[in-house]
């Protein structure tokens, strides 16, 4: 398999330091990936262990990250990785999103693509932080 789910994940100590850990830049969501595609690349394998059960909660994935972090996934492993198609996936959260009445999304979604792709990562913006709070996000 290619990844697995940050939520159910379990690694030697040592394959974890010898690729550096996690990606700090992430933030939140896609730090698993980078991880475990840079262990790949080092030769390591990815495996499912089919009797283990995990589960959890599914959280308040903003546009802003996800567009931001899977811009910046694909542009930092442009020789093994396809550019992401962000176009097609904003079109797509953004009716999602304007559907449930999030009106906002939309362009954090756009500043998300454009962040990741000048690689302003870390921590959310303020603007985003302020939204969540009063649930237009």
């Not at 290619?2 to 550096?20: I, K, Q």
């Not at 730090?31 to 009797?51: A, H, K, N, P, Y």
């Not at 992401?84 to 797509?92: D, K």
Request: with cysteine; proline share 5%; aromatic share 10%.
């Amino acid at each position: 398999m290619d990844w697995a789910d940050g939520a159910c994940l379990m690694m030697r100590v040592r394959d974890f330091l010898s690729v550096g850990g996690f990606d700090p830049a992430y933030f939140l969501y896609v730090e698993e990936v980078d991880l475990q595609l840079r262990l790949r690349m080092q030769g390591l394998r990815i495996r499912l262990v089919e009797s283990a059960r995990a589960c959890q909660e599914p959280g308040n994935y903003t546009l802003y990250l996800k567009h931001r972090n899977l811009t910046y996934l694909t542009g930092k492993f442009s020789s093994v990785l396809s550019a992401w198609p962000w176009l097609r996936h904003w079109l797509i959260d953004s009716a999602r999103m304007v559907r449930r009445g999030r009106l906002g999304q939309p362009l954090w979604g756009i500043r998300g693509i454009l962040d990741g792709r000048a690689g302003r990562m870390g921590p959310p913006p303020v603007g985003l932080l302020c939204m969540r709070r009063v649930g237009n996000v």
